[in-house]
């Protein structure tokens, strides 16, 4: 069936790059999606790539596809302790729904 | 911030009651979602509604009910609440299936 995974921990010293990985097993040609989670609120949009694209940059957050392996992953350069949260990917599967993964949550260390 | 607020915020119950949770957006997107999310198992889909009176069930959906008979109000309720349904609870809105959805801030609820 379709599925999106995610693992659940990661820790990253501050200034260093952190690299949150998401597999999925279907997806429909259409923007796949990484939400940002801070405590006590509810999950943010931080950034989206186009299911034709295999890179995205935007500031410190790089996005890379890749279709043959369905493998998603999202890099944050110089990683910063206001950048502790929890992060989703999001797969739109079929014609009707978005998937989401469980999350990884994202420890900086000093 | 997409408009999205969600009532209560905060809800503590007993088991065997009714809770109704309301959704409410000013930004007139025609998909409103509710989902639950729970540790372990991420945000999971509840139940969808694509336009006034139209809904549809998601992979959760058992023991709960919704309706939305305006735009901008999506309900949730919980007819007999138990222990089993405490979580935080999110409201979702889309202009398009499949388009980048908008959160409201959650709402935790317990049951005792």
């Known amino acids: 069936g379709e599925d999106v995974e995610q693992s659940l921990f990661l820790s990253v010293r501050e200034g260093d790059s952190s690299v949150i990985n998401c597999t999925y097993t279907?997806?429909?040609?259409?923007?796949l999606y990484w939400y940002k989670q801070e405590p006590g609120a509810g999950l943010q949009l931080l950034t989206y790539?186009?299911?034709?694209?295999d890179m995205k940059q935007d500031q410190r957050l790089t996005v890379l596809l890749n279709k043959k392996d369905k493998h998603l992953s999202l890099r944050i350069a110089d990683t910063q302790t206001g950048d502790s949260a929890i992060y989703f990917c999001?797969?739109?599967?079929?014609?009707?729904?978005?998937?989401f993964g469980k999350g990884t949550r994202l420890h900086i260390l000093p | 911030d997409a408009g999205i607020t969600q009532s209560p915020r905060h809800k503590v119950t007993e088991t065997g009651t009714p809770v109704t949770l309301r959704c409410h957006q000013t930004?007139?997107?025609?998909?409103m979602y509710w989902y639950r999310q729970d540790p372990g198992h991420g945000l999971r889909l509840i139940h969808y509604?694509?336009?006034?009176?139209?809904?549809d069930k998601g992979e959760v959906s058992d023991g709960y009910s919704v309706s939305r008979s305006k735009t901008e109000d999506f309900l949730l309720t919980l007819e007999s609440a138990t222990s089993s349904q405490t979580s935080v609870y999110f409201c979702?809105?889309?202009?398009?299936?499949?388009?980048?959805?908008?959160f409201g801030p959650g709402t935790r609820l317990t049951v005792l």
């Open positions: 979702a809105i889309s202009e398009r299936q499949r388009d980048t959805q908008y």
């Open positions: 279907d997806s429909s040609s259409t923007y």
């Open positions: 790539i186009f299911s034709n694209m």
């Open positions: 999001a797969v739109p599967v079929g014609d009707d729904k978005i998937i």
């Open positions: 930004e007139n997107h025609r998909y």
């Open positions: 509604s694509y336009g006034v009176k139209d809904t």
